[in-house]
T-cell receptor
């Protein structure tokens, strides 16, 4: 597609439930990044894929968070046993491999845990 | 200490005036530097890369001081449409993750 697409744009879930957030990167981009942004803060790194493999998952806050990219294109961020503190905007970005340029973000998924 | 620090502002700027603000980074291994702009409830968008010799893009000028580990952004002839949050971003190596500061909010008023 023309840009990075994220679905859903908004998700409200109850505490303790499981959620999946989807990211469809720009066609041909091999690198994909997940970030989380809380109100009034800058985006916080979660995980980075190069192709199908997670090149750096150091930003995942705990084992309730997991992400996959099985075919090297679409990625899914999975959050188990959601907590109110997980409420944030989850941003996905993609870039052309080891490009030295910045990358393009999707419009994000606003997750609210009630 | 955060890896990238910014004054959160807001910087209240009269239309037509010049505004400048800095960000500091703690990792001396950082190689690439960027300014992103983020409008309210929108995703961040790349404004400009920052080069060692400094660079301009229209009304925007970015500077890098490696010795003191800070980056600056200057906006000349401010427009109402420049009102946004400006995010300072660093990266250790090509292809690696970007690390964001908390953002500096700029409000341009008539």
């Amino acid at each position: 597609g023309a840009g990075v697409s994220q679905t859903p744009s908004n998700k409200v879930t109850e505490k303790g439930k499981y959620v999946e957030l989807r990211c469809d990167p720009i066609s041909g981009h091999t690198a994909l990044y997940w970030y989380r942004q809380s109100l009034g803060q800058g985006p916080e790194f979660l995980i980075y894929f190069q192709g199908t493999g997670a090149a750096d998952d150091s930003g995942l806050p705990n084992d309730r968070f997991f992400a996959v990219r099985p075919e090297g294109s679409v990625s899914t961020l999975k959050i188990q046993r959601t907590e109110r503190g997980d409420s944030a905007v989850y941003l996905c970005a993609s870039s052309q491999g080891t490009s030295n340029y910045g990358y393009t973000f999707g419009s994000g998924t606003r997750l609210t845990v009630v | 200490r955060k890896e990238v620090e910014q004054d959160p502002g807001p910087f209240n700027v009269p239309e037509g005036a010049t505004v400048a603000f800095n960000c500091t980074y703690s990792n001396s291994a950082s190689q690439s530097f960027f300014w992103y702009r983020q409008d309210c409830r929108k995703e961040p968008k790349l404004l400009m890369s920052v080069y060692s010799s400094g660079n301009e893009d229209g009304r925007f000028t970015a500077q890098l001081n490696r010795a003191s580990q800070y980056i600056s952004l200057l906006i000349r002839d401010s427009k109402l449409s420049d009102s946004a949050t400006y995010l300072c971003v660093v990266r250790k190596a090509a292809g690696n993750k970007l690390t964001f500061g908390g953002g500096t909010r700029v409000l341009v008023k008539p």
